[in-house]
């Protein structure tokens, strides 16, 4: 059963970065186009980015805009999310996801999404 891996997370202060990785465990899903989305603690599921197949085209959040960026190795069969100038607001559980592997653009909508990884914590302290 093919499972998305994350890594990455983890605790920084105020104005830090992280880079978050996610790679499926096996061949399939490795060119889906990949979303990364975030759940903070009494708050819904929400979009941070996406990004297609090809890695040539990204769409972020208003939220995350200017600070955080989303690509993709394809030879490496990884996703990842660069984050910087954090925020103590960004502080969530990060979840990548995966569309199926017959699309090739990325979505917004989380509903979109079939194969979810297990999630990874990041905290911001001020």
């Known amino acids: 059963q093919v499972q998305l891996v994350e890594s990455g997370g983890g605790l920084v202060q105020v104005g830090g970065s992280l880079r978050l990785t996610c790679a499926p465990s096996g061949r399939s899903f490795s060119t889906s186009p990949m979303g990364w989305f975030r759940q903070a603690p009494g708050k819904e599921r929400e979009f941070v980015a996406t990004?297609?197949?090809?890695?040539?085209?990204?769409d972020n959040s208003d939220s995350v805009k200017g600070r955080f960026a989303i690509s993709r190795d394809n030879s490496k069969k990884t996703v990842y999310l660069r984050m910087d100038s954090l925020k103590p607001e960004d502080t969530a559980v990060y979840y990548c996801?995966?569309?199926?592997?017959?699309?090739?653009?990325?979505?917004?909508?989380?509903?979109?999404?079939?194969?979810w990884g297990q999630g990874t914590q990041v905290t911001v302290s001020s």
């Open positions: 996801a995966a569309r199926a592997p017959y699309f090739s653009e990325g979505s917004r909508d989380q509903n979109q999404y079939i194969l």
């Open positions: 990004i297609n197949r090809r890695g040539d085209s990204t």
